[in-house]
């Protein structure tokens, strides 16, 4: 299974983006899909997820009510929208899915599959 992550680039604030993670090969293992990301000299963290059954969604505390993530299944894409960016949004943004149930949604350890990462930039 590979995944590939896109949509990232340099706007800013306020403005939003795009993220998009298009899954390819053994996809049916998927259950659920995670965004992480890390900024310059800090630690990955989790930023939302989805179940791509239920469609139960989490987000970090720090993005909710401005990021809003979905799946396409037809398409098997997790987009992560994001809106009104602020400054300390900047980071490389990570997808990552795993195929097995998790007691918890935000730990990195968790994930089987990672994509490259596309850096977002927020900056006037």
């Known amino acids: 299974l590979q995944l590939q992550a896109s949509g990232g680039g340099l706007v800013q604030p306020g403005g939003s983006l795009r993220l998009s993670c298009a899954a390819s090969?053994?996809?049916?293992?998927?259950?659920?899909v995670g965004w992480f990301r890390q900024a310059p000299g800090k630690e990955r963290e989790a930023v939302s997820y989805?179940?791509?059954?239920?469609?139960?969604?989490n987000y970090a505390d720090s993005v909710k009510g401005r990021f809003t993530i979905s799946s396409d299944d037809a398409q098997k894409i997790v987009y992560l929208q994001m809106n009104n960016l602020k400054p300390e949004d900047t980071a490389l943004y990570y997808c990552?899915?795993?195929?097995?149930?998790?007691?918890?949604?935000?730990?990195?350890?968790?994930?089987?599959?990672w994509g490259q990462g596309t850096l977002v930039t927020v900056s006037s």
């Open positions: 989805i179940s791509l059954f239920s469609k139960l969604t």
């Open positions: 990552a899915s795993r195929g097995t149930y998790q007691p918890t949604w935000d730990e990195w350890e968790n994930y089987d599959y």
């Open positions: 090969g053994r996809t049916i293992e998927n259950i659920a």
